[in-house]
C-alpha cells in the first residue's frame, strides 16, 4: 500500500540484478512511494540480468556503470541528474561479489587477487560512490544514502567467507563518510544489516538453506526478507528519518539480539550424528 512517502524525491538504485534483488524490490517500492529513479548495474549484469525490463516497468533511465571505477561513478551521477532535473535525494548501494565464495575456495586458502575484487566491488565501491557524489555535489541537503550489509561483519558466520572481511570494512566506510557527509552537507549515509536473504548472490554462500533455516528458528519475528527490506529502505529514504546517519541498522527479526531460542534448541538436540567422522568426533566447519 503506497503513502506517498517519496512523493517528488528523485533517487539512484545501484545492483538490481533480477526480481530476486533486494535492489529490485527497492526499485519497485520507492517508485510505488511517488520516487523517479535511474537504475544502473555493470554492463555485464544489464546484459546478463533483467535490469531493463525493471526500467520499462518503471519508466527509469537505466544507466551502466562499473561501480569500481570513479569514472563511471561520474559519469552515472551527472547523467541522473540530467534525466530526473537536478540532484537526488537518495541512493542505494546494493553491490557485493566474492570470486573466492564463488570458487569455493575456504577462508584459510584465499587466492589474494580475488580478495581484492571482493574488497572492492563489495566495499571500496561504496566510498568511491560516496566521494564522487560529494565532490559533484550530487545529493540534496538531508538526502539518505543506504548500503546493505549483513551480521557476518561481527560474527564469524560459517561459510561467508572474505565476504565477511569486505562487510566490515563498508560498515566502517559507514561511519566515517557518514560523519564528513552529515557535518558538511547534511547527508545521511547509514547501513542496512539484513536477514540472511535468498539473492542471487546470497545463494552462493556455502550453507545458504541451513543458515536460512537457523535465522529462522532463532528469530522471534522470522527472517527479514527481499520485500520487507524494502520497505526498511523506503523509511530510511523518507524525511521520518532525518536525523539518523552513521548507523548500522538491524533488520533481521530480532536474530541479532538472540542467544539461543526454543526453536534452535530443539533442533539443536537432534543430535550430531551426520556430522561426526569414523572415530565419533565432531567434524566442525
Same mark, same amino acid.
Given at each position: 500500500?503506497?503513502?506517498?512517502?517519496?512523493?517528488?524525491?528523485?533517487?539512484? @538504485?545501484?545492483?538490481?540484478?533480477?526480481?530476486?534483488? @533486494?535492489?529490485?524490490? %527497492?526499485?519497485?517500492?520507492?517508485?510505488?512511494?511517488?520516487?523517479?529513479i535511474t537504475l544502473?548495474?555493470?554492463?555485464?549484469?544489464?546484459?546478463?540480468?533483467?535490469?531493463?525490463?525493471?526500467? &520499462?516497468?518503471?519508466?527509469?533511465?537505466? @544507466?551502466?556503470?562499473?561501480?569500481?571505477?570513479?569514472?563511471? @561513478?561520474?559519469?552515472?551521477?551527472a547523467q541522473s541528474m540530467e534525466?530526473?532535473?537536478?540532484?537526488?535525494?537518495?541512493?542505494?548501494?546494493?553491490?557485493?561479489?566474492?570470486?573466492?565464495?564463488?570458487?569455493?575456495?575456504?577462508?584459510?586458502?584465499l587466492d589474494y587477487s580475488m580478495l581484492n575484487t571482493t574488497i572492492d566491488v563489495s566495499a571500496i565501491s561504496f566510498h568511491k560512490m560516496l566521494q564522487v557524489a560529494k565532490k559533484m555535489d550530487a545529493i540534496n541537503e538531508w538526502g539518505s544514502v543506504l548500503t546493505l550489509t549483513y551480521m557476518a561483519a561481527q560474527r564469524t558466520m560459517f561459510g561467508y567467507n572474505d565476504m565477511a572481511d569486505a562487510k566490515a570494512m563498508l560498515e566502517s566506510i559507514t561511519r566515517s563518510f557518514g560523519y564528513i557527509y552529515g557535518r558538511e552537507k547534511n547527508v545521511r549515509v547509514n547501513s542496512i544489516s539484513q536477514s540472511p536473504t535468498m539473492t542471487t548472490a546470497g545463494s552462493g554462500v556455502k550453507g545458504i538453506d541451513k543458515l536460512l533455516d537457523f535465522a529462522e528458528r532463532m528469530s522471534p519475528l522470522g527472517n527479514?526478507?527481499?520485500?520487507? +527490506?524494502?520497505?526498511? +529502505?523506503? %523509511?530510511?529514504?523518507?524525511?521520518?528519518?532525518?536525523? %539518523?546517519?552513521?548507523?548500522?541498522?538491524?533488520?533481521?527479526?530480532?536474530?541479532?539480539?538472540?542467544?539461543?531460542?526454543?526453536?534452535?534448541?530443539?533442533?539443536?538436540?537432534?543430535?550430531?550424528? &551426520?556430522?561426526?567422522?569414523? &572415530?565419533?568426533r565432531i567434524v566442525y566447519g
Open positions: 500500500m503506497a503513502n506517498n512517502l517519496l512523493k517528488g524525491k528523485k533517487g539512484i @538504485i545501484f545492483g538490481a540484478l533480477n526480481d530476486m534483488s @533486494i535492489a529490485w524490490k %527497492v526499485a519497485e517500492r520507492v517508485v510505488e512511494e511517488g520516487a523517479t544502473t548495474n555493470t554492463p555485464l549484469a544489464v546484459r546478463m540480468g533483467a535490469t531493463t525490463d525493471l526500467a &520499462e516497468k518503471l519508466n527509469a533511465k537505466l @544507466i551502466p556503470a562499473d561501480a569500481t571505477k570513479v569514472e563511471d @561513478i561520474e559519469n552515472l551521477f534525466v530526473l532535473g537536478g540532484k537526488v535525494d537518495f541512493v542505494l548501494h546494493s553491490i557485493g561479489m566474492s570470486p573466492n565464495v564463488r570458487k569455493k575456495r575456504s577462508y584459510d586458502d527479514a526478507d527481499a520485500d520487507d +527490506c524494502a520497505n526498511y +529502505c523506503v %523509511v530510511m529514504f523518507s524525511d521520518l528519518t532525518r536525523k %539518523v546517519t552513521m548507523q548500522n541498522l538491524y533488520h533481521d527479526g530480532g536474530f541479532s539480539s538472540m542467544g539461543m531460542s526454543l526453536r534452535a534448541m530443539m533442533q539443536y538436540e537432534k543430535g550430531f550424528d &551426520e556430522f561426526k567422522d569414523e &572415530e565419533g
